[in-house]
Structures are given as C-alpha cells and as structure tokens.
C-alpha cells in the first residue's frame, strides 16, 4: 500500500486560504467516504482535524474543513493565522481494511 | 478522562525486539480499536496496524508483515506493539491511537499516546 500523496509544502500569508489535497487510489480515497486530517506541531502529538471526508469533532475551529472529488481528498484552512502553521497529515481507510497516510504537508504562515 | 499512557523509551540493538506498552483509562477498553503509528526522526507518519480489543484480532501493514505483533491484555486494559528484527531505520516514536467506536468513525484517532522513542543503534 503506498502512502497518498500531498503537496511537500504549501504557504499562505495571515487572513487567506488555502487548501491541501490528498490523492489516493479507488482502493482508498476514492472507494470510501473515511478520510480524516490531522494536524502536528513540532514535538506534539497528531491532533484530529476532520474526520469521514467533512466533518469536525467538537472544538476543532470551523476555518478547517474537509471535501472529497473522486480519488482526491482535500483540507481548507481560511483565514490562515499563525498559529496554523503545522504539519498536516491525511489518512484513509483502505479496501483490505487497512489504513493509510499521506506523505503530509508542511504548512508555511508567512 | 479518556487517556493513553505509553511505557518509556527504549535504546536497542540491531537485530534485538523490542515490545512498547500502551494502557487505557477512562473508558471501556474493550470497545475501541486500537492503532499503532510510527513517525521516524523529521518523516511523516506511517501508519503499522490496528487491535482489536474486544476479540484480539489484528491487521498489519504489509511494510511491516512479518516483523510487527500487537497484542492485547484486556485485564489490565492494555496493549503491546513488538516490532522484532530492528534496524537503524526503525529509529521513531510509536504511537499508539484509539479509533471511536460507530458507525462513520473509522480513523477518528483520539485520543493519542504520549508516544514512545525507540532509538535502534
């Protein structure tokens, strides 16, 4: 099972958006609707962003939110602020039930 | 509260096991599957394989077949994930994550373990 693929690095300045994609397989991405995002700051621990594709768990700020187009999964963050500024990270389900990552994404706040 | 403590880091040799605890509390151990995940120094994370510890059954990922076990102690709510054959590269912190219970909560991981550095040298 190979790792999704995301973006290396994506930046943005303070009060914009920008989004973070996450391509799989029919076998994973495409084939279910279980993908979650989390996001990690250095030394911390994984923090649970979006779950099922779209949905946030209760205290997680309504700036993030999550889509899914066929094999491709993506992450919104509008009104970037500082403290955004992380490594996010997209997992799915897969068809041997299974899971698997993407090769995260290093998130710049200029 | 529902929490994830994990045993201590540990130092081996290569070609030496080495067996990571991971102990629950708060809630009913037996009702949620529980995932072990791997971030080497500066890499991403890399997911190794799912509990379940309601009847001990278990998935690995095939990066990992053959060399990881996860095991489960329901008296004592914990479970135990020993990677064998170790090598430099298996040089990480390993979690290990709950995944909520119902329907449309597959890779809801929360909460996580403190983590575990095991350095292979």
């Known amino acids: 099972q190979s790792a999704l693929t995301q973006p290396a690095s994506v930046s943005g300045s303070p009060g914009q958006s920008i989004t973070i994609s996450c391509t799989g397989t029919s076998g994973d991405v495409g084939g279910y609707d279980y993908v979650s995002w989390f996001q990690q700051h250095p030394g911390k621990v994984p923090k649970l962003l979006i779950y099922a594709v779209s949905n946030r768990p209760s205290g997680v700020s309504h700036r993030f939110s999550g889509s899914k187009a066929g094999n491709t999964a993506s992450l919104t963050i509008s009104g970037l602020q500082a403290e955004d500024e992380a490594d996010y990270y997209c997992?799915?389900?897969?068809?041997?039930?299974?899971?698997?990552f993407g090769t995260g994404t290093k998130l710049s706040v200029l | 509260q529902v929490q994830l403590v994990q045993s201590g880091a540990e130092v081996k040799k290569p070609g030496a096991s080495v067996k990571v605890s991971c102990k629950a509390s708060g809630y009913t151990f037996t009702d949620n599957t529980l995932h072990w995940v791997r971030q080497a120094p500066g890499q991403g994370l890399e997911w190794m394989g799912w509990?379940?510890?309601?009847?001990?059954?278990?998935k690995y990922s095939q990066s990992f077949q053959g060399r990881v076990t996860i095991t489960t102690d329901p008296s004592a709510g914990a479970a135990y994930m020993e990677l064998s054959m170790l090598v430099s590269e298996d040089t990480a912190v390993y979690f290990c994550?709950?995944?909520?219970?119902?329907?449309?909560?597959?890779?809801?991981?929360?909460?996580w373990g403190q983590g575990t550095l095991v350095t292979v040298s």
């Open positions: 997992i799915s389900y897969t068809d041997t039930s299974a899971r698997v």
């Open positions: 509990l379940n510890t309601y009847n001990g059954n278990t």
């Open positions: 994550a709950r995944e909520r219970a119902g329907s449309g909560l597959k890779n809801y991981f929360d909460p």
